[in-house]
């Protein structure tokens, strides 16, 4: 049942990737779809514990504090994250953030990753997707590679390698500041976190299972535990 779902869930991602024009319904049966496998992995009685999802946009987790400055979504607190956290030192048992880091410029991206460190418990774990530097240079820029192209010519209006990669540093002007792995990690360890790479959906965590949306080779998934 599990690998059913799991192989649900790769041909929606491959269906957005590969459209020739955006298709905001299979967005929306993607984020249906995890948040059924989530459900059904996690049974009938998940465990008991407090959890942020920082910027949570458009993908509301129950069970979670959704948080986003931006009060058109379905959020449970509206707040400035690039500013602080709205939580007590050591008080929350995992934070989700996935493409938020980048919508910060990097002193306002290290203060939030102090934040992080500050409102996690010593036995937290923050889960950090966000988009690679170094991946989206190689892979759209020098090799070029097609599939990125076409759907950065779909979603983007890009139509030159140039003009992909520009607006994936950019994105309309809502990008402030790409990591590259190298420097997030060295980042994350001076704050004070011990930092492990992890794959797409997979996590040692039950409770952080299952809550990505993106994998297209282009963003680096990061675990993050007060070291």
């Known amino acids: 049942m599990l690998y059913f779902h799991v192989r649900r ?3 929606l991602q491959r269906a957005y990737y590969d459209a020739q024009t955006p298709d905001g319904a299979v967005i929306l049966e993607y984020l249906q779809a995890l948040a059924e496998l989530r459900k ?3 049974g009938t009685n998940p465990p008991r514990v407090r959890a942020l999802h920082a910027g949570s946009g458009m993908q509301y987790l129950p069970g979670w504090i959704n948080v986003d400055i931006d ?9 400035d994250l690039a500013i602080s956290l ?9 934070i989700h953030s996935e493409d938020f880091l980048e919508h910060l410029d990097f002193q306002a991206g290290k203060r939030f990753l102090r934040e992080c460190r500050r409102v996690l418990k010593r036995s937290g774990v923050m889960r950090l997707l966000t988009p690679d530097l170094r991946r989206i240079i190689e892979r759209v820029y020098v090799d070029r590679d097609e599939r990125h192209l076409r759907w950065c ?3 983007l209006d890009a139509s030159s390698p140039a003009e992909a990669l520009n607006m994936h540093l950019r994105m309309h002007g ?3 500041f790409l990591y590259d792995e190298e420097l997030l990690t060295e980042t994350l360890r001076e ?4 930092v492990r790479s992890v794959s797409w959906n997979a996590s040692r965590e039950r409770f952080l299972r299952f809550l ?4 297209f080779g282009l963003s680096q998934f990061l675990e993050c535990r007060p070291a």
Request: aromatic share 14%; hydrophobic share 40%; charged share 30%.
């Open 174 to 176: 809502e990008h402030r």
């Open 40 to 42: 059904a992995f996690l």
């Open 212 to 215: 990505d949306l993106r994998d």
């Open 153 to 155: 010519g779909s979603y």
């Open 71 to 79: 009060r058109a979504h379905t959020i449970d607190v509206a707040g």
């Open 191 to 194: 704050i004070g976190f011990a």
């Open 86 to 94: 709205p939580f007590r030192d050591a008080s929350l048992d995992y």
């Open 9 to 11: 869930l790769r041909k």
